[in-house]
């Protein structure tokens, strides 16, 4: 079992009453939901809080069912409700269970630090307020606050807005007396009659985290949560003594849950370390001619190049500039081009088998940027999907996240099945390179502007070799930059790469994804 599923068995086995044992002492549930409406009903009388408008009381019937009464109506939730629950517990409503609820203001910033530090969703984090992510609030604006928006030690806080943050909850401690933090508009702020319940709280709400990721609102873009629709939410309450037990038991179990966790990363890394090393190992093998055996009947290297060679030339005409890499009698290589008074010295990376050719890509593909579009060419339906850096996961064509375009995409630009997608510019040099093969016959689609196309008909072998450390060693001589990241064009056209005989390629191509099947 992962650490994650640990602390998730850990806190259901928590809120179903089977963490710690009941004592049959405790004060029941009951009672502390009496005490908690008795301190509302004060608070409310005092214009503290407003007037609960979800005050409802749940109770088991002598038919063993739960029912719920909101003023004079009674009705059966018994299948609402997702578990059994001791005896000496009840359900509520979390609106019932809290003292009061409230969504952080929409502040007014300040360019300049002031008293009043407003916390949002990027500093609210599992383990409690990371300050450092905090902003200001105006001077004008914090003094038409009233004061119970600011925190308090105690609240618990849930971030409601957004994909990756929206459920993430956590627990204030007010360590600092002059420490005043209000929230922005995207957290909502839970206060309870007792520390105790607050931690509950938290651990509830963690447990919950799944639940509430699904059940938001809005857009896959915007997910969103309704304050009203949160209060309503079913929360099982355990005595307030038992509570605290099972705070304390999950304070216990923690630490340990959390070295459990750092051991199982360094494991997880040091497995991907291993299963990456074995598969530069693997590629680094087979375009050296070491995967799979050498047949010296089969038609050498060099013919096949010469074939691809006569097609570009019949292709392109006039444009076509004749190149190819030979070894001399003096075992060096040198690359003949044409209109060149003499042929020049190739320094090559490695040796390769006899039969084997070294090439420039530009000799044995073409190669283009992809489309510069405008905002305005985006359309929701019709045109052409734009691949772009995101669509490529895992080394494989993805269409979750997609852009079209509604433009004139010229001939040369529309992707075909077999082409090669490379991502040639981006922010983050680790992208730069990335690639995958287009091994789908979805139609209309073209490619952006940091994109790049390798279009052959040695693709199989060719998308494996852009996977090697000889191909990212020639990109990392040319891509970096003070500003950006790219390979270009001219740069991609001349990289080396090491040509197998084309039945001897596809024996590689065979051999590496079966070895990839197993790792």
């Not at 008795?38 to 409310?44: F, P, V």
Request: aromatic share 10%; net charge neutral; charged share 25%.
């Amino acid at each position: 079992m992962k650490a994650e599923q640990l602390r998730k068995s850990i806190l259901q086995l928590a809120i179903q009453g089977k963490l710690v044992p009941q004592d049959p002492n405790d004060e029941p549930a009951s009672v502390l939901l009496e005490r908690i409406r008795a301190e509302k009903q004060r608070l409310i009388k005092e214009g503290k809080i407003k007037k609960d408008k979800y005050d409802s009381v749940i109770f088991k019937g002598d038919d063993n069912r739960h029912y719920e009464k909101v003023g004079s109506e009674v009705k059966d939730i018994t299948d609402d409700l997702p578990f059994e629950i001791p005896d000496s517990w009840v359900w509520c409503h979390l609106g019932n269970f809290v003292l009061t609820a409230f969504s952080g203001k929409s502040p007014k910033y300040s360019k300049e630090p002031t008293p009043h530090k407003i916390v949002g969703q990027q500093a609210n984090q599992w383990d409690g307020l990371d300050l450092r992510f905090v902003k200001y609030a105006t001077e004008e604006f914090a003094e038409n606050i009233p004061p119970y928006y600011y925190l308090q030690d105690g609240d618990v806080l849930l971030n409601t807005l957004g994909n990756g943050t929206l459920g993430r909850s956590s627990y204030y401690r007010k360590t600092n007396s002059s420490e005043f933090l209000l929230t922005d508009g995207h957290i909502f702020v839970f206060r309870t009659l007792d520390r105790a319940m607050s931690y509950y709280l938290k651990i509830y709400l963690k447990n919950k985290y799944d639940e509430i990721v699904k059940s938001a609102n809005g857009s896959t873009n915007q997910t969103f949560l309704s304050l009203g629709k949160t209060l309503q939410w079913f929360i099982p309450v355990p005595p307030l003594t038992e509570q605290a037990r099972i705070v304390a038991e999950i304070e216990k179990f923690e630490p340990l849950i959390a070295e459990y966790d750092k051991l199982e990363q360094q494991a997880t890394k040091l497995d991907e370390e291993i299963y990456d090393q074995l598969k530069k190992s693997i590629l680094q093998y087979a375009i050296q001619g070491k995967l799979v055996p050498q047949d010296p009947n089969e038609e050498p290297a060099s013919v096949l190049i010469e074939r691809i060679r006569a097609e570009k030339k019949a292709k392109l005409g006039k444009k076509y500039v004749d190149s190819f890499i030979y070894k001399g009698d003096d075992n060096c290589y040198y690359e003949h081009i044409a209109g060149r008074a003499q042929d020049e010295p190739v320094e090559v990376p490695f040796d390769i088998p006899k039969g084997w050719s070294w090439s420039r890509i530009v000799t044995i593909s073409d190669s283009y940027i992809g489309l510069t579009y405008k905002p305005t060419d985006i359309v929701n339906d019709g045109g052409y999907i734009v691949l772009r850096s995101s669509n490529i996961k895992d080394g494989k064509i993805c269409l979750e996240d997609i852009v079209k375009v509604s433009s004139s995409i010229p001939d040369k630009l529309k992707v075909r099945k077999n082409d090669i997608i490379i991502c040639a510019r981006n922010g983050s040099k680790k992208l730069v390179g990335k690639s995958a093969i287009v091994d789908l016959d979805a139609p209309n689609l073209t490619f952006g502007a940091f994109m790049a196309i390798c279009r052959t008909p040695l693709f199989a072998y060719v998308s494996k070799f852009l996977l090697t450390a000889c191909f990212f060693e020639q990109l990392a001589a040319v891509s970096g930059t003070t500003t950006i990241n790219q390979l270009t064009q001219a740069s991609f056209n001349s990289f080396l790469v090491p040509i197998p005989p084309l039945a001897e390629q596809k024996r590689i191509v065979a051999k590496i994804n079966e070895m990839f099947a197993i790792l």
